[in-house]
């Protein structure tokens, strides 16, 4: 059906905005948790002890991404709703437990795994379900959507360190438990207008009826010669995207102390990104078709030039300035993710497009930060990490800059076989017409002759 453009899809509107608050406010957060679990398990003796306590928050946040593919097909088979309602109690489950361990290696589990992969199911059907309500505002709604994450990524540093001053890191993770009931409440919004493959498949009796695995894994998206571009495009710019939210915490102790207050920084990143999800977001509107993807390379030549300027910046204003930079370009790459998804693929098959792009960006991101915890372990000093990290985002923007001109030419490709099609079509008709007035009049010669 014809998404309506509002209605109810404001209600499922507001429900996918707590989920991107929730989901990646947590992860975006994590630089206030990371000092935190150093303190509580770390030790003096231990040599690799940032490379250890990185792989928590990396792979957390690799798992959101990593699962995303799995997540893609439990969506078509079941639905928005049931896969978003599971994931999220699997979520509060794997984070209530992570606040019960003594030793950093069990994190790797119950906060790692566990808690990522319910953010994970819970998180990629807010922005399928999306499609649904809205066509013509997706751009504008996917804005508003994932400003959701940059409310939580300014307000909750700060909570959280207050929490961990007054009550501990882990009666902290028992409060940010509370974030994921109500998203585990806000997942019973997702009404689907579009059918999924089980309501398909079984018809009105309802009876599942498993699909061929060519439905279930459609691989077809990989045949789009523009998407298999983006695919791998924007994992290869994602291998130092996350480490300035590990590590800006512990390097900002590392360079001036703890003189200054060093959430404002996450401040600046959330209130920025918000900014920019919300205005690129409408912008995109306006931008035809692939030529969206313009705004992902901007995007992605700042971001990498921001974080190549982070060791250069010895006043904390100046750090305060690039962080403000950084977050506004944040935001304008991850809200114009899903409206290229469609405008690539299609409606029908943007689910398990999505789910394979975020699932090929899980590697980078998981090993981007602990590389940097290693060379921080190995020379005392974030520098070179940092450095290093600003130079994926601008090959892979430049990648980017392909994708425009080769979606035009598979589009120019695409309208000249249907006119090939008609003009047979068209000759055919002419040819059987002929037949048929050859035939005919001998017939009503002879109906006369009688």
């Known amino acids: 059906p014809e998404p309506p453009e509002g209605g109810w899809g404001w209600v499922v509107m507001l429900a996918a905005m707590w989920c991107n608050g929730a989901v990646f406010g947590i992860q975006n957060s994590c630089g206030v948790l990371f000092v935190s679990m150093l303190r509580l398990f770390g030790s003096s003796d231990d040599e690799q002890l940032v490379f250890k306590t990185a792989w928590v928050s990396s792979l957390s946040m690799g798992m959101v991404f990593f699962c995303s593919p799995i997540v893609s097909i439990f969506t078509d088979l079941f639905g928005c709703r049931k896969v978003a309602v599971i994931g999220?109690?699997?979520?509060?489950?794997?984070?209530?437990?992570?606040?019960?361990?003594?030793?950093?290696?069990?994190?790797?589990?119950?906060?790692?795994?566990?808690?990522?992969?319910?953010?994970?199911?819970?998180?990629?059907?807010?922005?399928?379900?999306?499609?649904?309500?809205?066509?013509?505002?997706?751009?504008?709604?996917?804005?508003?959507?994932?400003?959701?994450?940059?409310?939580?990524?300014?307000?909750?540093?700060?909570?959280?360190?207050?929490l961990i001053d007054s009550v501990d890191l882990y009666n902290t993770l028992r409060v940010l438990c509370i974030l994921?009931?109500?998203?585990?409440?806000?997942?019973?919004?997702?009404?689907?207008?579009?059918?999924?493959?089980?309501?398909?498949?079984?018809?009105?009796?309802?009876?599942?009826?498993?699909?061929?695995?060519?439905?279930?894994?459609?691989?077809?998206?990989?045949?789009?010669?523009?998407?298999?571009?983006?695919?791998?495009g924007i994992p290869a710019a994602l291998f130092g995207y996350f480490v300035p939210y590990v590590h800006l915490m512990n390097h900002v102790k590392d360079r001036f102390g703890d003189s200054v207050p060093e959430e404002v920084l996450l401040l600046c990143l959330g209130i920025t990104s918000g900014v920019g999800r919300l205005i690129f977001g409408r912008v995109a509107d306006y931008i035809p078709g692939a030529k969206k993807i313009y705004l992902q390379v901007a995007s992605f030549f700042f971001i990498?030039?921001?974080?190549?300027?982070?060791?250069?910046?010895?006043?904390?204003?100046?750090?305060?300035?690039?962080?403000?930079?950084?977050?506004?370009?944040?935001?304008?790459?991850?809200?114009?993710?899903?409206?290229?998804?469609?405008?690539?693929?299609?409606?029908?098959?943007?689910?398990?497009?999505?789910?394979?792009?975020?699932?090929?960006?899980?590697?980078?991101?998981?090993?981007?930060?602990?590389?940097?915890?290693?060379?921080?372990?190995k020379l005392g000093t974030y520098d070179v990490a940092f450095y290093l990290a600003g130079v994926p985002p601008l090959i892979g923007g430049a990648i980017l800059c392909f994708i425009?001109?080769?979606?035009?030419?598979?589009?120019?490709?695409?309208?000249?076989?249907?006119?090939?099609g008609e003009t047979t079509e068209k000759m055919l008709e002419n040819e059987?017409?002929?037949?048929?007035?050859?035939?005919?009049?001998?017939?009503?010669?002879?109906?006369s002759g009688f």
């Open 404 to 420: 425009p001109w080769v979606h035009e030419r598979q589009k120019l490709k695409e309208r000249a076989k249907p006119v090939d």
């Open 180 to 232: 994921m009931f109500v998203l585990f409440l806000a997942g019973f919004t997702y009404k689907p207008l579009a059918p999924n493959t089980k309501d398909k498949e079984g018809g009105k009796k309802g009876k599942f009826k498993l699909p061929p695995a060519k439905k279930i894994c459609n691989f077809s998206v990989f045949k789009v010669l523009s998407y298999r571009i983006w695919a791998f």
């Open 304 to 377: 990498g030039l921001m974080s190549m300027m982070i060791p250069l910046c010895n006043v904390f204003g100046a750090l305060v300035a690039v962080c403000l930079f950084m977050g506004l370009f944040d935001g304008c790459f991850i809200c114009i993710m899903a409206p290229i998804a469609f405008e690539l693929v299609g409606a029908q098959d943007v689910s398990q497009a999505i789910g394979f792009l975020l699932g090929l960006m899980s590697v980078p991101m998981t090993v981007g930060p602990p590389i940097a915890g290693l060379l921080r372990d």
């Open 432 to 447: 059987s017409t002929l037949v048929s007035d050859t035939t005919e009049k001998p017939v009503k010669e002879l109906d």
């Open 88 to 162: 999220a109690a699997v979520g509060l489950v794997g984070l209530l437990s992570s606040s019960f361990v003594s030793t950093i290696e069990p994190l790797y589990f119950t906060y790692g795994i566990l808690f990522a992969c319910g953010c994970s199911f819970a998180y990629q059907p807010s922005l399928v379900i999306l499609g649904h309500y809205f066509k013509k505002r997706l751009g504008l709604v996917n804005g508003i959507v994932t400003a959701g994450s940059s409310l939580f990524t300014v307000s909750l540093p700060f909570l959280l360190r207050v």
